[in-house]
């Protein structure tokens, strides 16, 4: 039996892509974070068991779940996900005042990077996959500033009314 298709705005994507997808980011996070099974599932409210199963892609996520672990890391476990359907899901004050600048300096290595990968005019997967870190840190400067852009307009549309 054939995995159903979920409609994205640009091509139809399997349930099983999904499910591998959400398997190999928990993997990643827990291998990055230095975690257990254990740990994941306390962060989660789930078994150690039961995170090993969404990891390997032999239980689906429910939603609640799903949520949580977004509440939790963010668009870190989210958006590899949601990238299967050309979405992308930004942190509301993303970066602090503080990392400007550290996001400064990933717009430029972003920017140096994509030039030195565009001299053969096309971006390989191995250039994608290479630069994404550099892509969320340029994202959440991009998320914060569009807030400051948001709060400025909503004090200018008060200060009119007063």
């Excluded at 779940?65 to 958006?79: D, I, M, P, S, V």
């Amino acid at each position: 039996m054939r995995s159903p298709l979920i409609h994205g705005s640009n091509r139809p994507v399997s349930a099983s892509s999904a499910v591998e997808v959400i398997g190999q980011t928990l993997q990643q996070i827990k291998q990055e974070d230095g975690l257990t099974w254990a740990d994941l599932g306390e962060l989660i409210g789930k078994s150690e068991d039961q995170v090993a199963k969404y990891a390997t892609g032999i239980a689906t996520m429910d939603a609640p779940t799903f949520l949580r672990c977004c509440e939790r890391w963010n668009g870190r476990f989210a958006n590899p996900v949601y990238a299967l359907f050309d979405l992308h899901l930004g942190e509301s004050a993303a970066t602090k005042k503080g990392d400007i600048p550290a996001s400064l300096l990933g717009m430029t290595r972003l920017s140096a990077f994509l030039q030195e990968a565009m001299l053969d005019q096309k971006l390989s997967d191995e250039d994608v996959i290479a630069m994404h870190p550099f892509v969320e840190i340029v994202g959440g400067l991009i998320d914060y500033l569009r807030k400051l852009y948001a709060d400025a307009m909503e004090r200018k549309a008060v200060e009119r009314h007063k």
